[in-house]
């Protein structure tokens, strides 16, 4: 069959088409301005390191072995590792405190997830990186673990990145993952929460507790941040 079009029909066809290339690629620097932070002459992207709990909050536990100071043990070395690469870092908390005292529909740890959101938000062009320790009933579960918000391009990169990192220090098969947790719901810059093994297994709690395993950790996903950036 051919098909014969007026020159006035192929005109139009052709217009229609280059403005709905143009529109998509519009579109697309849109999305990539929105989820990127692209910083101007001067400006300065900050990385905020979260060391999840702190003061009335241990996190997950195991007799003396507590989460909330393994947790700022490696967000300080985290620091150290980026600053030493030039990074702007800033931390959620310096020390074993209640960021918060008062409660967000009756809940201090709610509250005190609102109030890291805060201090990130407070910073130039941040993304944010929470360190937790993971605990489970079932003591064969081990293995870091890291989580980002579905749809959160930045987060994802970041989230792939590190775990690929913390996978070549304790072998797993456990990948980065979408999760469903305050801050990645919450913020609105690219979040990533690291689980970095679980206190509830023998192996992981043994290897946590041991300062150069912590550096090499530390250094892991300092290595994945870069990497993303």
Known sequence: MIIILNRKKTNYLII????????????????FSLASPVLGEGQKLTIVIDPGHGGRDPGANVG???E???NLDIAK???T???NRGYKVHLTRTTDTNLVNWKDRGSYQRASLKERVDIAKKQSYPILISIHCNSSGNKNHFGPQTFYKEGDLEGEKLAINIQRELSQLRTTNRQAAVGEYYLLDNAPFPTVIVEIGFLSNEQDREMLCK???RQRIAQAIGQGIQDSL
């Open 81 to 83: 590792y980026l600053e």
């Open 16 to 31: 229609t088409f280059l403005l709905l290339l143009i529109l998509k690629i519009i579109g697309g620097l849109l999305f």
């Open 64 to 66: 003396n072995i507590l």
């Open 77 to 79: 070395r985290i620091k």
């Open 68 to 70: 909330k100071e393994i």
């Open 211 to 213: 300062e150069d395993f």
